[in-house]
């Protein structure tokens, strides 16, 4: 059988066109910029009587016109291929592109419908509203949704299993059908062609996505509730524990970071305890961060102390324990109380064996690898945060509304966390959403040099690396995660760009 | 160009339009706004911000960035049509022929660049002089606008120079060129009271001396009085009312101005008898401007049918010098009526001592490396032996400029700082080293504090609501939250705010607005001593008078002490009981509000009382300019603080000023000031301020 051909069916009427608007382009810019070295200049506006504003077009605008406008043939283009590609039946009309777009599907719906929600409610919606009016972050927020429906809706979106083989396909080209994938069950193609081991291209890109949206952003919001966490007081209190932090954190910037990931994950370092030692002090943070919040606004009120702040903090210190200790004090107490009480008997023995190797309840199960992985971009990130936050608030702590809450009596940390937290907030947010664009080039790049991820995984980074050996020579396997790769972090910086635009405003 | 035998106007506004346009929108600026300026007149624009006089200034310099466009009118400069010139010819102009000063030096002086060098580059680039002759024009200037040293300053980069001096040198950048206009924006409102007069002094020197026209921009109308000979009154994007000084400030013939008269505290305003009279109303954003008459909304003598239906034109009075009101009625209006008689208050009878300041010191130490610590020491002394007490229902002022220990010593009261030496006795309680966490819920909860800037005193990501709920909880007041609500919903309605004002956001409230919810924060634990510190300062004339008034009638009402931080002594005047002058950490003089505006007075009180501008023609001051700046408290003068810049030491034998802090001095029950004078020479001391008889 042949592979299917890019385009499918709508690719004979569909690709002049396109072609023709990416010329028109191309021309209308040569001219243009040809016109401007001549001293031609857009038209200047005019002022009615009526105080209004209107134009006379002259030969610079014209071509301005035509630029925008094959610029909107082609966006129509790709629209019309990704509908037909939906609407179309079968694999040979649809061509890759339209195979590619119909698997897209419940990202497509679920995209239309965020979007078509947060117009319509835009006003009510604070900065996040304020976005949907800059087109700059539409277009940003857009991508990184793209790529956040993809990692929840994988499983519905990928067609064949992120490390399933098919020894036929391996290295085949994008489009190629899979042999006896009728009698197997298997979808038909493999899309966007099959890596050197005969795995699915696509559906890896795809299975990629949720690794690559689950590590980052999580990795991101510990790096930040740690540099907040010691940027607030060094910030707002200042002196030697100011100085002392300080330090510590340019010490940290300015170690090599490959090198310390390198140093993190060898072996020795890890069997002495090292990464569990730093997530041990890392991820306590947040849990002091949380208590601390919650205790500062609530001191007054002892009732929400008792019913809410305590149960939420004691909640959160079970999952710091099973997370990074894999201790559950509830099943270590019953355990060894029961063996205690009932020594000698089997019950007991095995109930004692239980207390050493026993799943915490609570707890979320991080493989050794990745736990490295997360300490050492959580180590490395969170020091320019705390930076960052440290010299918000050593701006904002000097504004009257803070010296208002000193002089109320408020204590040190309701100020930091209620009246200078809050309004620090424009640029953590702008910062948050650059950040995780280098923490998801970070794992690339740690994936790239084999560290730390599981060599299995579809991580985007890994694949990369994997398809560099045979490049010159099969190129389409590295392609698709490096360009998803980049359209994330693209679409983050975007979206950072627009709510720093939006934030201004105010 | 023209010849320098040009004798037309030198500026000539007709009919000037100028509005910014947004995406959607045109919001215009500045409507039908005409004027001229003669050869070597000075012509003052007055008006509350947001009227649009700072977009009179940009349009004449052509500079109103990528929105704003000329869309009427012509600017005349000699003759010629600024609108129509090319960039080119206007790069000639500027800086040359019109300069222009900014409100602050510091933005207006380039960092990286010595003094002698951003002077030395304006009479090369635009005449194309030697460098040593450009050279010799700035040690000329520097000496006109008399700074000491001329060769040292010329030296020096902009940081080494203080405020004032940095004000100066801006000036002496704008005459280099020997402009014919001057465009003077705000130019002393970043600067002391004392440092600010000594400015104006110049300015109004060097206008004589070098027949420079000006454009003088305030928003004060003392200044205009003191330096311009032609007045225009701003209102919402229109010129009011314009003609001289004389006829403007004594014979007005429009509503505004004469509202606005009434709101700022003039020798004679009385805060019982004689109060201020507030505009009514809120300044019309500028799409939202009502037909006919801008003032109309807020105007007593509006009349429907009349002031709202079309366009007003500017219209001239009769027998003035080119006097002209943009008023439809100003011709049946009895100008000469006197004030609505408002409600005359009883005055809160003033109580028992409530607050004792008896030898309180607050010194600083500063190592002169914060890394290690073992360095030199420097002590700053930001309060030296303060005495003083406050009474309930009374308000003591606290004056004096920057860097005199006013906020240091509401540091102090409040317990953010602790004092190093002395007692403060509140509540029949030593406080002065009880830092603000260890002192209980009902000491923190009697003493609060309202803030100067309205845009800083509240958190922008609370609610209001929110924020005067929060003070309720501090100070344990309410046992629910519902009850803390109502408590809250109280506190808005006497602070005068509606009462859904508490779900909004501070972004969305004016100045003054903030400015009262500050107060109802202060106010919510029903404090007993509220530290106000300059709380009216930064708001516009017009709210200024509302806002005091505010403050009085709680007092009143609360029988609250109020301690009152500002170096505006006209409002000090109008609403204080007692007044406590400071001058680098000490207290020079106290006394009763009489007291200490009359003679004898302390040689400083006499210098800030004659620095202060005042809008009234028929008075006349003393005129005394203090020389030189503050010294730094770090390295205060020996003996008499205030000895570098008294114009009283010499009567004083011995050089007793140069070596010994002069004791207290008793001059009357009550009052006292601390100088060396003999009290024959205090006795000698005339009125500063002096009110023509009627």
Same mark, same amino acid.
């Given at each position: 059988?042949?592979?299917?051909?890019?385009?499918?069916?709508?690719?004979?009427?569909?690709?002049?066109?396109?072609?023709?608007?990416?010329?028109?382009?191309?021309?209308?810019?040569?001219?243009?910029?040809?016109?401007?070295?001549?001293?031609?200049?857009?038209?200047?506006?005019?002022?009615?009587?009526?105080?209004?504003?209107?134009?006379?077009?002259?030969?610079?605008?014209?071509?301005?016109?035509?630029?925008?406008?094959?610029?909107?043939?082609?966006?129509?283009?790709?629209?019309?291929?990704?509908?037909?590609?939906?609407?179309?039946?079968?694999?040979?009309?649809?061509?890759?592109?339209?195979?590619?777009?119909?698997?897209?599907?419940?990202?497509?719906?679920?995209?239309?419908?965020?979007?078509?929600?947060?117009?319509?409610?835009?006003?009510?919606?604070?900065?996040?509203?304020?976005?949907?009016?800059?087109?700059?972050?539409?277009?940003?927020?857009?991508?990184?949704?793209?790529?956040?429906?993809?990692?929840?809706?994988?499983?519905?979106?990928?067609?064949?299993?992120?490390?399933?083989?098919?020894?036929?396909?391996?290295?085949?080209?994008?489009?190629?059908?899979?042999?006896?994938?009728?009698?197997?069950?298997?979808?038909?193609?493999?899309?966007?062609?099959?890596?050197?081991?005969?795995?699915?291209?696509?559906?890896?890109?795809?299975?990629?996505?949720?690794?690559?949206?689950?590590?980052?952003?999580?990795?991101?919001?510990?790096?930040?509730?740690?540099?907040?966490?010691?940027?607030?007081?060094?910030?707002?209190?200042?002196?030697?524990?100011?100085?002392?932090?300080?330090?510590?954190?340019?010490?940290?910037?300015?170690?090599?970071?490959?090198?310390?990931?390198?140093?993190?994950?060898?072996?020795?370092?890890?069997?002495?305890?090292?990464?569990?030692?730093?997530?041990?002090?890392?991820?306590?943070?947040?849990?002091?961060?949380?208590?601390?919040?919650?205790?500062?606004?609530?001191?007054?009120?002892?009732?929400?102390?008792?019913?809410?702040?305590?149960?939420?903090?004691?909640?959160?210190?079970?999952?710091?324990?099973?997370?990074?200790?894999?201790?559950?004090?509830?099943?270590?107490?019953?355990?060894?109380?029961?063996?205690?009480?009932?020594?000698?008997?089997?019950?007991?023995?095995?109930?004692?064996?239980?207390?050493?190797?026993?799943?915490?309840?609570?707890?979320?199960?991080?493989?050794?690898?990745?736990?490295?992985?997360?300490?050492?971009?959580?180590?490395?990130?969170?020091?320019?945060?705390?930076?960052?936050?440290?010299?918000?608030?050593?701006?904002?702590?000097?504004?009257?509304?803070?010296?208002?809450?000193?002089?109320?009596?408020?204590?040190?940390?309701?100020?930091?966390?209620?009246?200078?937290?809050?309004?620090?907030?424009?640029?953590?947010?702008?910062?948050?959403?650059?950040?995780?664009?280098?923490?998801?080039?970070?794992?690339?790049?740690?994936?790239?040099?084999?560290?730390?991820?599981?060599?299995?995984?579809?991580?985007?980074?890994?694949?990369?690396?994997?398809?560099?050996?045979?490049?010159?020579?099969?190129?389409?396997?590295?392609?698709?995660?490096?360009?998803?790769?980049?359209?994330?972090?693209?679409?983050?910086?975007?979206?950072?760009?627009?709510?720093?635009?939006?934030?201004?405003?105010? | 160009?023209?010849?320098?035998?040009?004798?037309?106007?030198?500026?000539?506004?007709?009919?000037?339009?100028?509005?910014?346009?947004?995406?959607?929108?045109?919001?215009?600026?500045?409507?039908?706004?005409?004027?001229?300026?003669?050869?070597?007149?000075?012509?003052?624009?007055?008006?509350?911000?947001?009227?649009?006089?700072?977009?009179?200034?940009?349009?004449?310099?052509?500079?109103?960035?990528?929105?704003?466009?000329?869309?009427?009118?012509?600017?005349?400069?000699?003759?010629?049509?600024?609108?129509?010139?090319?960039?080119?010819?206007?790069?000639?102009?500027?800086?040359?022929?019109?300069?222009?000063?900014?409100?602050?030096?510091?933005?207006?002086?380039?960092?990286?660049?010595?003094?002698?060098?951003?002077?030395?580059?304006?009479?090369?680039?635009?005449?194309?002089?030697?460098?040593?002759?450009?050279?010799?024009?700035?040690?000329?200037?520097?000496?006109?606008?008399?700074?000491?040293?001329?060769?040292?300053?010329?030296?020096?980069?902009?940081?080494?120079?203080?405020?004032?001096?940095?004000?100066?040198?801006?000036?002496?950048?704008?005459?280099?060129?020997?402009?014919?206009?001057?465009?003077?924006?705000?130019?002393?409102?970043?600067?002391?009271?004392?440092?600010?007069?000594?400015?104006?002094?110049?300015?109004?020197?060097?206008?004589?001396?070098?027949?420079?026209?000006?454009?003088?921009?305030?928003?004060?109308?003392?200044?205009?009085?003191?330096?311009?000979?032609?007045?225009?009154?701003?209102?919402?994007?229109?010129?009011?009312?314009?003609?001289?000084?004389?006829?403007?400030?004594?014979?007005?013939?429009?509503?505004?101005?004469?509202?606005?008269?009434?709101?700022?505290?003039?020798?004679?305003?009385?805060?019982?008898?004689?109060?201020?009279?507030?505009?009514?109303?809120?300044?019309?954003?500028?799409?939202?401007?009502?037909?006919?008459?801008?003032?109309?909304?807020?105007?007593?003598?509006?009349?429907?049918?009349?002031?709202?239906?079309?366009?007003?034109?500017?219209?001239?009075?009769?027998?003035?010098?080119?006097?002209?009101?943009?008023?439809?009625?100003?011709?049946?209006?009895?100008?000469?009526?006197?004030?609505?008689?408002?409600?005359?208050?009883?005055?809160?009878?003033?109580?028992?001592?409530?607050?004792?300041?008896?030898?309180?010191?607050?010194?600083?130490?500063?190592?002169?490396?914060?890394?290690?610590?073992?360095?030199?020491?420097?002590?700053?002394?930001?309060?030296?032996?303060?005495?003083?007490?406050?009474?309930?229902?009374?308000?003591?002022?606290?004056?004096?400029?920057?860097?005199?220990?006013?906020?240091?010593?509401?540091?102090?009261?409040?317990?953010?700082?602790?004092?190093?030496?002395?007692?403060?006795?509140?509540?029949?309680?030593?406080?002065?080293?009880?830092?603000?966490?260890?002192?209980?819920?009902?000491?923190?909860?009697?003493?609060?504090?309202?803030?100067?800037?309205?845009?800083?005193?509240?958190?922008?990501?609370?609610?209001?609501?929110?924020?005067?709920?929060?003070?309720?909880?501090?100070?344990?007041?309410?046992?629910?939250?519902?009850?803390?609500?109502?408590?809250?919903?109280?506190?808005?309605?006497?602070?005068?705010?509606?009462?859904?004002?508490?779900?909004?956001?501070?972004?969305?409230?004016?100045?003054?607005?903030?400015?009262?919810?500050?107060?109802?924060?202060?106010?919510?634990?029903?404090?007993?001593?509220?530290?106000?510190?300059?709380? $009216?300062?930064?708001? &516009?004339? @017009? #709210?200024?008078?509302?806002?005091?008034? %505010?403050?009085? =009638? *709680?007092?009143?009402?609360?029988?609250?002490?109020?301690?009152?931080?500002?170096?505006?002594?006209?409002?000090?005047?109008?609403?204080?009981?007692?007044?406590?002058?400071?001058?680098?950490?000490?207290?020079?003089?106290?006394?009763?509000?009489?007291?200490?505006?009359?003679?004898?007075?302390?040689?400083?009180?006499?210098?800030?009382?004659?620095? $202060?501008?005042?809008? &009234?023609? @028929? #008075?006349?001051?003393?005129?005394?300019? %203090?020389?030189? =700046? *503050?010294?730094?408290?770090?390295?205060?003068?020996?003996?008499?603080?205030?000895?570098?810049?008294?114009?009283?030491?010499?009567?004083?034998?011995?050089?007793?000023?140069?070596?010994?802090?002069?004791?207290?001095?008793?001059?009357?029950?009550?009052?006292?000031?601390?100088?060396?004078?003999?009290?024959?020479?205090?006795?000698?001391?005339?009125? $500063?301020?002096?009110?023509?008889?009627?």
């Amino acid at each position: 059988m042949e592979p299917i051909t890019w385009s499918g069916s709508l690719g004979p009427f569909l690709n002049p066109v396109m072609l023709a608007a990416v010329v028109l382009f191309f021309a209308a810019f040569v001219i243009n910029l040809v016109m401007s070295f001549a001293g031609m200049r857009q038209a200047e506006p005019i002022v009615n009587p009526d105080h209004t504003i209107s134009y006379r077009m002259g030969p610079v605008d014209f071509t301005l016109a035509a630029m925008k406008y094959s610029v909107f043939a082609v966006l129509a283009c790709i629209v019309i291929f990704i509908l037909g590609g939906i609407l179309q039946p079968g694999m040979e009309a649809k061509g890759i592109i339209g195979g590619v777009s119909a698997r897209f599907l419940p990202v497509w719906i679920g995209l239309v419908a965020t979007f078509v929600l947060s117009i319509r409610y835009k006003r009510r919606l604070g900065l996040y509203g304020k976005l949907f009016d800059n087109l700059i972050g539409m277009i940003g927020f857009g991508l990184v949704m793209f790529w956040i429906f993809t990692a929840i809706f994988a499983p519905m979106i990928a067609t064949h299993g992120a490390i399933d083989v098919v020894s036929a396909m391996r290295n085949d080209v994008p489009g190629s059908p899979v042999p006896g994938a009728a009698a197997d069950g298997l979808f038909s193609h493999y899309l966007l062609g099959g890596d050197a081991l005969g795995r699915d291209v696509f559906s890896r890109m795809v299975f990629g996505a949720r690794e690559v949206l689950t590590i980052a952003p999580v990795a991101t919001l510990f790096a930040f509730m740690v540099g907040i966490t010691l940027g607030l007081p060094a910030g707002y209190m200042g002196g030697r524990f100011d100085t002392l932090i300080t330090f510590v954190a340019n010490l940290v910037l300015a170690f090599p970071v490959i090198l310390l990931f390198y140093l993190l994950v060898t072996p020795e370092i890890v069997e002495a305890g090292v990464p569990v030692y730093m997530a041990a002090v890392l991820f306590l943070l947040p849990v002091i961060f949380i208590w601390v919040l919650l205790y500062s606004r609530y001191r007054n009120q002892p009732g929400v102390i008792k019913w809410v702040a305590i149960p939420i903090t004691l909640a959160l210190l079970l999952l710091y324990l099973g997370t990074v200790f894999e201790f559950d004090p509830f099943v270590w107490l019953t355990t060894s109380f029961i063996g205690y009480l009932n020594q000698g008997n089997p019950v007991s023995d095995w109930m004692l064996t239980t207390r050493e190797n026993y799943e915490p309840l609570v707890g979320i199960p991080i493989d050794g690898n990745l736990l490295i992985v997360f300490v050492a971009v959580v180590f490395v990130n969170s020091p320019t945060v705390f930076r960052i936050v440290r010299g918000l608030v050593l701006d904002i702590r000097t504004r009257d509304y803070v010296a208002a809450a000193q002089t109320r009596g408020e204590g040190p940390w309701y100020i930091m966390l209620w009246e200078i937290l809050p309004n620090a907030r424009g640029p953590l947010i702008v910062d948050f959403c650059l950040r995780i664009g280098y923490t998801t080039i970070l794992l690339g790049t740690l994936g790239f040099f084999g560290l730390g991820v599981d060599p299995e995984s579809p991580n985007w980074g890994s694949t990369i690396n994997e398809g560099r050996r045979l490049l010159t020579i099969y190129p389409h396997p590295p392609l698709p995660p490096a360009l998803a790769l980049m359209s994330l972090v693209l679409g983050l910086n975007l979206l950072a760009d627009g709510l720093r635009e939006e934030s201004l405003k105010d | 160009m023209t010849t320098d035998t040009y004798d037309g106007p030198i500026l000539e506004i007709e009919n000037l339009s100028i509005s910014f346009f947004t995406r959607l929108f045109e919001i215009p600026a500045v409507m039908d706004f005409s004027t001229k300026v003669m050869p070597g007149e000075a012509m003052g624009l007055v008006g509350e911000s947001g009227c649009g006089k700072s977009t009179v200034a940009l349009g004449v310099m052509q500079d109103l960035g990528v929105n704003g466009r000329i869309v009427g009118g012509t600017i005349k400069f000699k003759g010629q049509n600024l609108n129509e010139m090319s960039p080119q010819q206007l790069a000639r102009i500027r800086g040359k022929e019109i300069a222009m000063i900014y409100q602050e030096p510091m933005a207006s002086l380039n960092p990286a660049m010595k003094i002698g060098k951003q002077l030395m580059e304006v009479p090369m680039i635009h005449e194309g002089v030697s460098e040593r002759e450009a050279w010799q024009r700035a040690l000329e200037v520097v000496t006109d606008v008399r700074l000491p040293d001329p060769e040292r300053i010329l030296d020096a980069y902009p940081h080494q120079l203080s405020g004032g001096q940095q004000q100066r040198i801006v000036i002496a950048l704008a005459l280099m060129a020997n402009p014919s206009l001057l465009i003077l924006d705000e130019p002393t409102t970043a600067l002391d009271v004392t440092v600010e007069a000594a400015v104006v002094e110049i300015v109004k020197d060097l206008g004589k001396k070098y027949g420079t026209s000006m454009l003088f921009i305030s928003h004060n109308l003392g200044l205009i009085l003191e330096t311009c000979d032609r007045i225009c009154v701003m209102y919402s994007g229109e010129a009011v009312e314009t003609g001289s000084i004389a006829d403007v400030f004594d014979k007005m013939r429009h509503p505004y101005t004469q509202a606005l008269f009434r709101s700022i505290p003039l020798p004679g305003a009385d805060k019982n008898s004689r109060p201020l009279v507030a505009i009514p109303g809120n300044f019309p954003l500028p799409n939202e401007r009502p037909r006919g008459c801008n003032f109309g909304p807020r105007c007593d003598y509006f009349e429907s049918g009349l002031c709202d239906e079309s366009d007003i034109r500017m219209d001239t009075i009769a027998g003035d010098d080119r006097h002209e009101s943009r008023c439809l009625r100003f011709r049946d209006i009895d100008w000469d009526a006197p004030i609505r008689a408002a409600i005359e208050v009883e005055k809160a009878e003033i109580g028992d001592i409530v607050l004792k300041v008896d030898n309180l010191k607050k010194y600083y130490e500063v190592a002169a490396s914060a890394l290690f610590s073992h360095g030199e020491k420097k002590v700053v002394k930001a309060n030296e032996t303060l005495s003083f007490v406050a009474r309930e229902a009374e308000t003591l002022a606290i004056v004096g400029e920057s860097g005199c220990g006013k906020s240091t010593l509401a540091k102090v009261l409040m317990g953010l700082e602790t004092a190093t030496d002395g007692q403060i006795i509140l509540n029949n309680k030593g406080v002065e080293s009880t830092p603000i966490q260890e002192r209980d819920t009902a000491t923190v909860s009697s003493v609060q504090m309202v803030f100067q800037n309205p845009f800083d005193t509240l958190n922008p990501s609370m609610t209001v609501g929110r924020q005067i709920m929060r003070a309720l909880e501090v100070f344990g007041i309410g046992k629910s939250e519902s009850a803390r609500r109502q408590r809250m919903l109280e506190l808005l309605d006497l602070v005068k705010l509606p009462r859904d004002f508490a779900d909004r956001m501070p972004r969305q409230l004016s100045g003054g607005q903030k400015q009262r919810v500050g107060i109802a924060r202060a106010f919510a634990g029903d404090a007993k001593i509220v530290v106000a510190d300059e709380p $009216v300062s930064a708001l &516009d004339v @017009s #709210v200024q008078a509302a806002v005091t008034d %505010l403050l009085m =009638e *709680i007092q009143r009402e609360k029988k609250t002490t109020l301690l009152f931080i500002s170096h505006d002594l006209s409002i000090v005047r109008y609403l204080s009981d007692r007044v406590m002058v400071m001058y680098l950490g000490h207290v020079v003089e106290i006394g009763s509000t009489d007291q200490v505006f009359s003679p004898p007075y302390h040689p400083y009180t006499e210098a800030l009382l004659s620095a $202060v501008p005042i809008a &009234d023609t @028929s #008075v006349t001051k003393e005129h005394i300019v %203090l020389e030189g =700046e *503050i010294p730094s408290a770090m390295d205060p003068p020996p003996g008499c603080p205030f000895q570098t810049r008294c114009r009283w030491k010499k009567d004083v034998p011995g050089g007793l000023c140069d070596r010994e802090v002069p004791p207290i001095k008793k001059i009357a029950d009550g009052h006292h000031i601390k100088c060396h004078l003999s009290d024959e020479k205090l006795a000698q001391m005339v009125p $500063v301020i002096k009110i023509a008889a009627e």
